[in-house]
Structure formats: structure tokens, C-alpha cells
């Protein structure tokens, strides 16, 4: 097995705009509606949200951010991106929730896969490494190497999990193309056959990660249990993207869609050949089900802070949608963005309980508390939160002049008279409403909600899942004594100090 050469422990340091730009342009197959790209950056249709990439990576060699953005890196000498950095403190892992802080607001909490999302996933591979290495020697080095590879060269990632929706009632073993698969191993490497599905961020990324959601690890033939990292410009990878939700059609600037649509693909493996050196685990089903939650305890931390964003965004923008209109005032409409409100200061709150609960893992690092309530909360407000936008901005929404209509002399006047709202012109109310209805109604806003609703994988399952994990014994013994006597009976003994549940971080 040849590693990735890491002999050095060097790679090229903070990624520029300039360079992730041209590096996007590496011969990859890249299809949109029935064409190949040849050059993702300089394509209309992805082109904004690169160059908002590209000046978000930009600020990590501003002096003014450098030491929140990055951190000197011991082993190599460079500067390297802060999300990168394994957290063995207290404060490195605040520092890393103050980075991605930063980060999200610059994108309005739109960026749900962004380069600090998928650089958590990798410190989190790197930190899972000596269990994968004991499961298959030589498997750990590989974890290490690759994260290396990934925080040296500051590389912007994607990750794969779910298997295509083909026919979700039968099973891989009866038909092998519901599933990604290994059709061989050789002295190179595996060979893999299949798809995955809704690979955020591909298109815009150097590397995918591959590996299995909670609801596909559940394989009865292991030959479809596999992780492993590639380039996306990988021989036999064939990458389709779903149609843009950024274009701008009679008119419409659609700021958040343009700037912030991560795209979502297809990724087809053509019997592609994955190297030993990226491969991760093989067959393996046990570790794949206890290792999801190790290598997401960060991504699930740095989440908390995109959603918090994202509420802060919605928030914000109710408020200026309800001033515009002159509904500010009314009881309803401030219960409304009260509740809005709660919803941003509980997700500020489980981001500190995660830290005050925070755990030493195997590997060394620390990882935040268990966050698996939060994340069912956060699904299950995430309707509530959209519909106090929704319902505040009601009929306002869908019915606002486009820029052309702003700029026809004939139609003008109308606007400024008949669209304007309280203390605002037409303008900037119609850019305003127009901006509610992108975070709410049109193809960006629904699939912005729909990612909120899905992303944390199944809400019914991860119920369950919390259920089962739920220390409950303390209470059930003293609900035993109190039933097993008359009800004139001694009260049963003060309980114990209450435990919170916790994840087993072997």
C-alpha cells in the first residue's frame, strides 16, 4: 500500500480566491443539462457562488482575521485553515465555533456545506484513525495522511452518504445497483461501482468523501460498506448537477441564490479505482454504524452554528418585512418574531451546553457534548420558523416589481405610489419582500428548508435513536418504590444527582 506522500508534512498553505478558482478547472466530468463544464468558475450558471467562495477564503490572509481564521500549524510551519485544526482544549474548540461564527454570517447561514462544515468531517477522520487502524492496520494511516493532505493544501471538501432512490423497499443483495459496491480488490486498490445521491457541493469542491449515512449502514452484504476520500477529477467519477437555483429570469437579482446555491449532484462511479491509500474501512458494518457519530461530532457542532445563523437571518428579515408594511406593532406579529427570537437564543444555548459537556476522545481531541436532542429540535422547528417570514410577508411576497419594472419610465410612478410601504420606497421594499420570498417560497428557499428537514438524516429514526439512548434508570427505580407500596408507605429515598445522557466516546 503507497501512501499519499506525506513525507514533507507540507502541502501549499491558505488556499487564495485566485488559486481554488483555477484549481476548480482540473479535467474533471462535470455535466449541467446535458453538457460537459470544462471550467466551473468561469461558467454563468456557478460562477457567483465561486467567487463568493473564493472571497470568503480570501479573508483568511487578511491581517485583520488572520488569528481567527487560521492557526499556525506545529508539524508543517504554515498557516492553515482554523476548521482544520484538531481541538484538544476548551479554547482551541471555541476558537473553532468563533471561526465558523464568522464564516456563516458572512453567508447568512446559507452555507449548510461549507469548507468549515467539511473540514470538521476530516478532523474528524483524523481523530477516528487508531480504531480504524485496529479494525485493518494500515486503514488508521491512511485517515491521517488524507486529513493532512486535506488541512496542508487547504482543500474544499463534499461528502457522500446516501444511496440513490431507486426502490427503498428491496434490498442491495437482490439488486446490486441500489447501493454503492466494491467489485474487487487488487494490489492498487478497490474497484467500485454505483451512485450516490445529493453531493452537495461537488461541483465546487476538490475532494469527496464517501461513506454511509445511519439509515445505510444497516447492510447485510458488507461489500457495500466502504469509505474513502477521491478527487473529484478521479478517472470513471462522472458528476451531474440538479438545474441552478440562482438564475436571474425577467429581472429578478435573486442575491442569496446566486451567491450561495452550494449545488447538489449526482455522483455516478464508472468502476472507478480507489487507491489503498484512500481507502478508510472496508466491510466493516459495526465500525461504519459507531464511526458516523464520531467523525460528525464536530460537523454536527459546527451545524448548530450555520442553523443559528440561518434563524438570525430569518429573524432579521421578518422584522424589516413586518417595519416595511407597518405591522410592527401588533400583538400578533411580535408574538410571532418573539417566538423567532427563542428559537436563535435556544440554538446559542446548545452550542454552550455542547462545550460545558464537551468530552477527550481516544484520538486525543476533544469533542463537544452530544448534540442529538438539539438536532431533533432543530428539524422539528425548522417549519415554524420559515412560516413567521411567510405569514408576515403574506401576499407581499409574491407580488413585487423585478428591477426592469423599477427602471420603466411608465411604470414608475405607479411603484412609488402604490408599492411603497411604511417609511420605505418601493425600491428597497421590493428588494427587501423579494428577499423574504428567496428565504421562503422560491426554488432556493424551499430547497434551503428542505435541507433543514433532511440533512440530519431521518427525524422518526433519530427519534428512536434518542429514546433508546436515554438513561432513564434512575427515575424508573424510584417510580418502582413509590408503586410498590401502599400509598401511606415512607416517600422514597431523595434521588441522586441527575445524570445527563452521554455518548460513549470509546
Known sequence: MTLLDTSARTGRGLLTGDRYREELADGRELYLDGRRISDPAGHPAFRPAVDT?????????????????????????????????????????????????????????????????????????????????RARPGFGAHADAWYRHCATNDLVLSHALGDPQIDRSADPLDDPDLALRVLEENDDGIVVRGAKQLTTLAPLAHEVLVYLSASFTQRRGEQFVVWFALPLNTPGLVTLCREPLGAEPFGHAHPLGARYDEQDAMLFFDDVLVPWDRVFLLRDGALARTGLARINAWSAYIGH?????????????????????????????????????????????????????????????????????????SAEVADS??????????????????????????LRPFLDRYMRGKDIDAERKSRLLRLAWELTGD??????????????????????????????????????????GPADAPAASAPSPAAHPTEERP
Open 305 to 377: 452554528v450555520r442553523y443559528r445563523e440561518r434563524l438570525r437571518t430569518l429573524l432579521a428579515t421578518a422584522t424589516l418585512v413586518a417595519e416595511s408594511i407597518g405591522v410592527d406593532g401588533f400583538r400578533n406579529i411580535q408574538e410571532d418574531l418573539g417566538r423567532l427570537a427563542s428559537y436563535t437564543e435556544l440554538t446559542e444555548i446548545f452550542l454552550d451546553a455542547a462545550e460545558a459537556r464537551a468530552t477527550l476522545t481516544d484520538g486525543g481531541l476533544l469533542a463537544p457534548g452530544d448534540t442529538a436532542a438539539s438536532r431533533v429540535w
Open 53 to 133: 467562495l473564493a472571497d470568503l477564503l480570501d479573508l483568511q490572509h487578511d491581517p485583520e482575521h488572520q488569528d481567527l481564521l487560521t492557526y499556525k500549524d506545529p508539524e508543517s510551519g504554515l498557516r492553515l485553515a482554523r476548521a482544520y485544526q484538531p481541538p484538544r482544549t476548551l479554547e482551541e474548540l471555541k476558537l473553532q465555533r468563533r471561526s465558523a461564527e464568522f464564516w456563516h454570517a458572512a453567508a447568512f447561514g446559507q452555507h449548510g456545506r461549507s469548507p468549515a462544515f467539511m473540514a470538521s468531517i476530516a478532523v474528524g477522520v483524523h481523530d477516528f484513525r487508531n480504531q480504524l487502524d
Open 385 to 410: 420558523a420559515v412560516d413567521v417570514l411567510r405569514r408576515i410577508g403574506a401576499s407581499g411576497l409574491l407580488m413585487q416589481p423585478t428591477e426592469n419594472d423599477l427602471a420603466h419610465p411608465r
Open 443 to 484: 426554488g432556493f428557499g424551499q430547497r434551503q428548508h428542505l435541507y433543514e428537514l433532511v440533512h440530519r438524516g431521518d427525524l422518526a429514526r433519530n427519534r428512536i435513536n434518542l429514546f433508546k439512548r436515554y438513561d432513564q434508570s434512575e427515575v424508573r427505580s424510584r417510580l418502582e418504590r413509590l408503586i410498590s
